[in-house]
């Protein structure tokens, strides 16, 4: 099964793609973090990436577009993944369509996660992040057991930089004009499958579960 996830900055596009990548036993592949680990771990990568990260603007095509060729080679890719959070951009749209023609592989469907821009401020402002594992919980609607701790490995929860006020409107405008198109690449190419984001995490998880059987 081999999947992009579309949709704007706190959609739901990392919540989700854990989830059914769990239970597909299929790799997420979310640029965003494998950005933010290069980041953490110092790379001239992700040194190159952070000013455009803090800022919520994108990450230049070329320097994503190197990146993910690198990750689709990996052996543990072979059985499926989701892309999340690329491509964002027509150029890497494109670049991914030759990208995958080159591999003879083909891309199963495109879900698009579909909030409103009221909605995805109030949930950004209260994520907080795992600086250990990077999986993200909501001070409001997906809070972790024990205040700032993580879960899963008990590491720190954090604010991500690109999570206050003035980042998460430039990012939502950069989704607007730069992202958003995309749904029409993909339209016409019959690829799209609109999913209503709001709701209950679970019952999110479920209607995306009823679309996917069909690939299994
Ligand atoms: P990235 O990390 O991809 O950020 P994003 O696209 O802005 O999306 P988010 O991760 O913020 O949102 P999400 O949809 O994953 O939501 P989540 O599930 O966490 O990218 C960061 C930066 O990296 C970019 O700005 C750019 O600089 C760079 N970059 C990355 N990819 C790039 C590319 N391809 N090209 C160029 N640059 C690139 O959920 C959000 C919150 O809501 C959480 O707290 C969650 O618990 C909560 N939540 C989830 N579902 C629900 C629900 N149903 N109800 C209530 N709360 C919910
Ligand atoms: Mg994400």
Redesign the pocket.
Known sequence: MKLIFL???????????EKICKEYKIVQL????I??ANRKHGTELGQK?QK??DA??????QV?IDMIKEELKKPDVAHGYIL??????VP?AEALSALLENMEQKLDAVLV?EVPEE?LVK??T???TCRTCGK???L???PPKQEGICDLDSGELYQ?D??KEEPIRN?LK??ENQTKPLIEFYSARKLTVSIH?????KE?HEKIELHLDKFK
């Open positions: 949709g704007p900055p706190g959609a739901g596009k990392g919540t989700q793609a979310s640029t965003g973090d950005l933010r990436a455009y990260m919520g603007e994108l990450v230049p095509d994503i999340d959070g690329f491509p964002r951009t890497q996660l909605d949930r950004l209260a994520r907080r993200s919980y909501n409001i609607y997906n991500r690109d999570d990012r950069v989704y984001g709001t709701g209950k995490i999110i």
